[in-house]
């Protein structure tokens, strides 16, 4: 049977949303255009062997990032020109209007996603890898050391780990290989695309969506 649900009616004053950045709220993933436009001959084979779970996402987005080349400004430029889902903005005010917590999990290069949500007017928590431009090092504020795989550059289980101790419902919106850990935690899953395969096969209950307007729909509809 197919793990697929309808989510619960939740009440979001009690509720934190996690949303997946890339090829979640960004329209194509934005480190795979990078690739496909600045990256050297060999990263496929990097991103194939992590999708089939041979490497955690922190050893495969260090691998990926050493084959990137371009300044920090051609790299910002063309991550710039994909677009968001535009229901990204009007998703996060409603359900903060709503009182729910929303925050952006992001285990890609990350550089962009603050830039992204500024352009977009949103102001949102961010759990991303970052870019030290001086070296162009990747940086792993958000790992957690402390977790069994200690596996991930950003460990999107931790802050969602964190809203349940605080007696939060959590809510985890995703589409790709990174987001399966989270979607493992999550007390109610929105999937698309890889995430919903994996959902499916692993038998972890989701609701499959296609853009962020069948999330609002879903979590703020009365």
């Known amino acids: 049977m197919r793990p697929e649900m309808t989510p619960p009616r939740l009440d979001l004053t009690e509720t934190s949303v996690f949303l997946d950045f890339d090829g979640t709220i960004s329209t ?16 496929r084979a990097i991103d194939a062997a992590f999708v089939r779970g041979e490497m955690g996402s922190r050893e495969c987005v260090t691998a990926e990032w050493d084959l990137v080349e371009g300044t920090e400004a051609e790299l910002l430029a063309t991550a710039m020109e994909v677009t968001l889902d535009p229901g990204f903005p009007a998703l996060v005010a409603d359900l903060r209007s709503a009182g729910a917590e929303v925050a952006v999990l992001s285990d890609g290069f990350g ?28 940086r792993f504020p958000f790992g957690d050391p402390t977790c069994a795989c200690r596996s991930c550059g950003v460990c999107k289980q931790a802050p969602i780990r964190a809203a349940a101790a605080r007696g939060r419902a959590t809510v985890m919106v995703g589409d790709g290989a990174s987001d399966r850990k989270a979607a493992a935690v999550a007390d109610v899953v929105f999937a698309t695309a890889g995430l919903a ?6 038998g972890v209950p989701f609701t499959p969506y296609a853009t962020l307007r069948d999330v609002h729909a879903a979590l703020l509809t009365p």
């Open 28 to 43: 194509r993933d934005i480190g795979l255009e990078l690739l496909e436009r600045h990256g050297r001959a060999g990263w």
């Open 111 to 138: 550089f962009y996603v603050d830039a992204h949500c500024r352009a977009a007017g949103v102001t949102v928590a961010v759990y991303a890898n970052r870019v030290d431009w001086d070296d162009r090092a990747l």
């Open 197 to 202: 395969r994996w959902c499916e096969e692993a």
